[in-house]
C-alpha cells in the first residue's frame, strides 16, 4: 500500500474531459509527487505541467487524471467491479470475443448444414465423402428473404465489432487504474480478494479525499466498504426489493395460472424498461418520480414501455428462437450424451436468485453463499420417498443394462459384428448399445442411495442456513410435499429451466403486453 500515490487534482475546466486532447492549450495542471520521492526541482515541474499541455500523459498520469476527474463516483465504481468480476482485461476480451466467434459459429454453421448439404444423396451408395453430398454455389440458392437475415446479421457483427473496440478503449482505463493506482496486476486479480481491492480504494480514496469533480458532495468525503456495495448496488437494490415484495406481475395472462415465469429472458426486458425509465445517468431515481401529480403520466408512460418491449420481442421472436435453440444444441447435447445421469440435476432459478439475494450484497459473494447450499437443497430433495418410481426407475435400468452388456460382450467376441450387423433395418449393435446405455445410465442416476437418513427439517433448515430463506408458513411442513413443491420452484431440474428459457422467447412477449402493464402503478408507487 506504501506504492499507491497521492495524486492532487488537475485543474483542467470540466467541458474538456479528455487529457489527450490537443486543443487543450488554457489546461492548468499540477501534480503531487509520490510520497516516496523528494520534492522536484522547478524545472522539472514546469517539464511535467508543459507534457500535460501538450496532451503527452503515460498511462500512469493518464490513470491519475481519470481518477482527478470522475464526474459519476456510482458508474466508476461499476465498472472496477465488472473488471473485477471478469479477470482482468486479457480475459474479458477474450470472453466477448469468444461470444462474437460463438454467435458467428452458430450462424454459418447452421447456414451450411440447411442450404450447402444435399441430404437426399445420404443414402446413395455414391455418396461416400462430403464432397458426394454438398450442393455447389450454395449460398446462390438460399431464399432471398434467408439473404435478407444474414445481411442483418453481417451488419450486427459489424456493429457487436466496433463495440468491441469501444469496449476495450474503456476497459484499457480501468486496467490502469488496477495497475498504477491500486498496485495490481491482471495476474494477481486472478487471486486477490474484493476486500482487497475495496482498502487499496479507500487508502486512495482518503489520500485524493477533494480531488473528484463529481457532482454528488458526498462522494468528495471519504468512502468505506458499505459505501461502496451501496453505490455498486444501487440498481440491484430496487430490484431486490421488486420481487420480494411481488410488486412485479410475471404470470402468463391465463385465467387461474399463478406461476411466475421469470427467465432470463424475461429479466433482461424488465431491467430495459423499468432501469432505463426510472433512473438517470447518475443512477439516481429521477426527480419526477417524487411528485404526486406525475404519477398517472408515468404509469401510462411505463405501461407503453412495457408494451413496445412485447412488440418488438414478437417481431425478433423467430430469429432469437431459431438462435437460442441451435446454440442450446451445440453447447448441451454432449454433455448430456457424456452423462446422461445430469439430467437428473437441479440449480436454482432466476426468480429464486433475486428473492434469496440480500441488499448490498455483491453478486461473488452471493453466488458462493448459493452454491454451497446446492449439495444440501439437492439432499432434501432426495430424501423425499418415491418409492413406485424407484421401483420402476431399478427395473427399466435392469433390462437396458442387460441388453448393452449382452451386446458389448457379443462385440468384444467379434468386433467386425459390432460395426457391421444389423440388430433391425439399418441399426447396427453400435446404435443399441449407445441407445441402452443411455437409458441405464438416466435411470441409475435418479436412484436415491440405499442408505440415505430421512430428516427434512435438519436438511431444509441447513440450506437456509445458507440461501437466508425459510418462510413461516413452511415451520412445522418440512417434511410434507406441499413445502417440497414449493421449494422445488425455486429449485428446479436443469433440462426443466432450460426448456422454460426456450419458451420464454414466445410467451415473454405476451407477459409484456397483458401482465406487466397491470404492475405500473405499483411499480411508480414503489419508487
Partial sequence: LRNI????PFTLPLHNKDPNSTNNEAAQTSFKKDNREAPSSNSAEDERIRRAKLGILNPRERALW????????????????TYYLGSGYYAILLSK???LATLAFVVYFSTYLTTCIDYSKLKSSNAKSLSDIRVDQCYASIHPLAKFFLWLFYIYFALKIAQLYLDAQELREIHHFYKYLLDISDKDLQTVSWQVVVRRIMLLKDQNAVTSNVSDMKSKSRIDAH????????????????????ILDLTLPIPGYRRNLLTRTLEWNLNLCISGFVFNESGQVRQQFLKEAKRKELSEELSKRFMLAGFLNIILAPLIVTYFILLYFFRYFNEYRRNPGSIGSR?????????????NELYHIFQRRINLSVPEASKYVDQFPKEKTVLVLKFVSFISGSFAAVLGILS?????????????????????????????????GAIPEEYQVFDSEASLKQVASFTHY???HWEGKYHTDEVKAEFCEYFDLKPLILLRELSSLIFTPFILWFSLPKSSNRI???F
Avoid at 459505501?227 to 421488486?242: E, H, Q, S
Avoid at 440449480?347 to 441488499?359: L, V
Wanted: aromatic letters at 20%.
Fill in 5 to 8: 500515490p497521492s495524486a492532487s
Fill in 66 to 81: 481519470k481518477w482527478a476527474n470522475i464526474e459519476n463516483l456510482d458508474r466508476f465504481l461499476q465498472d472496477v467491479y
Fill in 97 to 99: 470475443a469468444l461470444d
Fill in 227 to 246: 459505501d461502496i456495495a451501496n453505490r455498486i448496488m444501487r440498481k440491484d437494490n430496487y430490484f431486490i426489493a421488486l420481487y420480494n415484495k411481488d
Fill in 347 to 359: 440449480q436454482y432459478t432466476p426468480f429464486a436468485e433475486w428473492k434469496f439475494r440480500e441488499f
Fill in 412 to 444: 468384444v467376441v467379434d468386433p467386425d459384428m459390432f460395426f457391421n450387423f444389423e440388430i433391425t433395418k439399418d441399426r447396427t449393435v453400435l446404435f443399441y448399445i449407445s441407445i441402452f446405455g443411455t437409458i441405464w445410465a438416466i435411470c441409475h
Fill in 470 to 472: 425459510l418462510p413461516k
Fill in 524 to 526: 411508480i408507487d414503489f
